[in-house]
């Protein structure tokens, strides 16, 4: 299920300041090595203006100057050293925002289990934790520091064209307020856009995705053209969302850009007349060229905090709006009770030594309402094979799931060799086995990056594959496409278990470890099953196949949610 983008702007403007706290650090330092730029930058202005007043009006030498020359290239550089280092600190905090994001998505995505991400699109899981996660960049790393910044920098270039000429530094006040407001007003317009956009390229980028998982069914029913034509469709509507972003972007870099040059160009309008003497209000009067110069050299400096900002306003819209899809998502993970003794969270129940599974009182209700389990208790002996039987939607895999930690229950307890659900690594075999673009090795080595060639090949032999790798030229280095594509249901499910194998898990289940599978298939994976059993291994099997249920040890019926001995 894709996550209905509920939370409200405040609500992420508050996310986002809470993330700020931890990195005030970084954050303050980006300020101040701003706020060092700035000052360096009238320390640059002021030495290039006593520069030119010394060389038209004191009519000096060059070469008397070279003191004041090396004073202005040593601001120029001490000026960038500075902006290098607030980029530095800024990026800094930028990068543990991410990362602590990032982490509250995969606690998110752990909580919520592969069951109920199953409905969500893999394209817009890879949105959040790429495009979205990185969104946050802009607001952390440019628009934070630049908030203070457009206060700070222009007050100390205000202070030092005050003491030159309080009127100059009049017409600086009252253009200034017009940038933030003009800005806020775009802005407001930009923080929906930006929502819609994040909205749209998740769904684009899913439905892409899924069309290429499908292309050969696609090309099996003569659907390519229109898929095509869907994709074209839906990649249009995103194109005029983006030319709409773009749109409020290029507007509002226009009326501020508008704004600051007006305002620039009454203050260089005064300073002209001043120094023709056509202005003698004030301290029109007193004008020097240094210090006309100066005030002048200083307005856009003055501006030009705010004018980033404004760039950066974009950056806050994008953060806001990937807050918000990022926020819904944390915020979906399910809620476990912990006020009261059944919280599968916060109690494992006590059980026998010799018990390596222990369920008790077991609830659990689909968000649709429909009872999946309905008060389940069973016992499973260490070392023992379980298998879980009886008709399709009886709760078999839901109780599977359960153990796994897949699922968190409503109420009950569940202890796994004496803890929580998932705290313990243990084997799984799913319905549809997970494998990975590379090649037999590389799918082995993900539950055990340290094992020999040797090694791999021995646990493929026991799953009966020995002989098909073998055949191969490249060996356990030829290649596997994506979700098993090449190899039958039989080989994907085989490989898959030979990771149990390899692994040495102590606890593995299986859900429907034979269905859809040939006879000589069923055989080598009810053979590889028969190992692990004698190895010692604790098996939770779901199936409803004869033949798996002839090598239990113990047999629980499911039915309409309820788990009985057999």
């Known amino acids: 299920m894709e ?43 002021g030495f290039l203006a006593a520069i030119i007043q010394a060389v038209l009006v004191d009519d000096r030498a060059l070469a008397s100057l070279t003191g004041w020359f090396a004073a202005l290239i040593a601001a120029v550089v001490l000026r960038s050293g500075a902006q290098g280092l607030q980029t530095r600190f800024a990026a800094h905090g930028s990068a543990r925002v991410q990362d602590r994001v990032r982490r509250q998505l995969l606690a998110s ?33 440019r628009f934070q520091p630049q908030m203070w910044l457009s206060v700070i920098s222009p007050l100390i270039i205000l202070v030092v064209v005050f003491q030159l000429d309080w009127l100059a530094a009049i017409f600086l006040i ?30 684009l980028s899913g439905f892409f995705l899924d069309r290429i998982r499908g292309l050969t069914t696609l090309q099996l029913f003569g659907q390519t053209a229109s898929a095509a034509e869907a994709i074209r469709q839906r990649s249009d509507q995103y194109r005029r969302l983006t030319m709409e972003t773009l749109r409020i972007a290029f507007l509002s870099s226009a009326v501020l850009e508008f704004f600051s040059s ?34 002048l050299l200083l307005a856009p400096e003055f501006f030009q905090p705010l004018r980033q900002l404004s760039q950066h306003y974009h950056d806050r819209a994008s953060a806001i709006g990937a807050a918000r899809l990022l926020l819904d998502r944390i915020q979906a993970a399910p809620v476990q009770t912990t006020d009261h003794s059944h919280s599968p969270r916060t109690m494992a129940p006590a059980g026998s030594s010799d018990a390596a599974i222990k369920v008790d009182r077991v609830n659990l209700i689909f968000p649709n309402g429909r009872p999946g389990l309905i008060d389940v208790s069973l016992t499973v002996p260490d070392g023992s094979t379980t298998v879980i039987t009886g008709p399709s939607g009886g709760g078999k895999s839901t109780l599977l799931h359960v153990i796994a930690g897949f699922l968190h229950p409503d109420s009950g307890t569940v202890s796994v060799r004496g803890g929580l659900p998932g705290q313990t690594p243990f084997g799984w075999l799913g319905q549809s086995p997970f494998l990975q ?10 539950v055990a990056p340290e094992a020999t060639d040797a090694q791999i090949a021995e646990a493929l032999a026991t799953v009966g594959l020995g002989q098909l790798v073998a055949g191969r030229p490249e060996g356990i280095n030829s290649a596997v496409a994506e979700s098993g594509v090449g190899l039958s249901g039989g080989q994907a499910r085989r490989l898959s278990l030979a990771r149990c194998f390899l692994a040495d898990y102590p606890l593995i289940l299986l859900d429907e470890p034979t269905a859809g599978l040939d006879a000589a298939s069923e055989q080598q ?42």
């Open 109 to 141: 995505w752990s909580d919520t289990g592969p069951i109920r991400l199953m409905d969500t699109s893999a394209g817009t899981l890879a949105r959040e934790w790429l495009d979205h996660v990185t969104a946050l960049h802009g607001y952390f790393a």
């Open 3 to 45: 996550p209905d983008p509920q939370t409200n702007v405040a609500e992420a403007r508050r996310w986002l300041r809470s993330l700020s706290g931890d990195v005030r650090g970084p954050l303050l330092a980006a300020v101040a090595s701003g706020v060092l730029a700035g000052v360096f930058t009238v320390v640059q202005m």
């Open 525 to 566: 994976v009810i053979r590889a099953l028969g190992e692990l059993a004698h190895r010692g291994k604790t098996l939770v099997i779901s199936t409803h196949h004869t033949a798996v249920l002839a090598m239990a040890d113990e047999v629980w019926t499911a039915t309409q949610g309820r788990a009985h001995h057999a």
């Open 262 to 295: 007006v305002a620039i160009a009454v203050v260089a309008i005064y300073i002209g007349f001043g120094l023709l003497g056509s202005i003698q209000y004030g301290p029109a009067a007193q004008l020097t060229l240094f210090s006309g110069l100066f005030v």
């Open 437 to 446: 673009q590379g090649s037999w090795a590389n799918n082995l080595r993900l």
């Open 174 to 203: 009252l253009a200034a307020p017009l940038i933030p407001l003009f800005m806020a007003l775009v802005g407001m317009g930009a923080e929906s856009v930006n929502q819609r956009h994040f909205e749209t390229v998740a769904r």
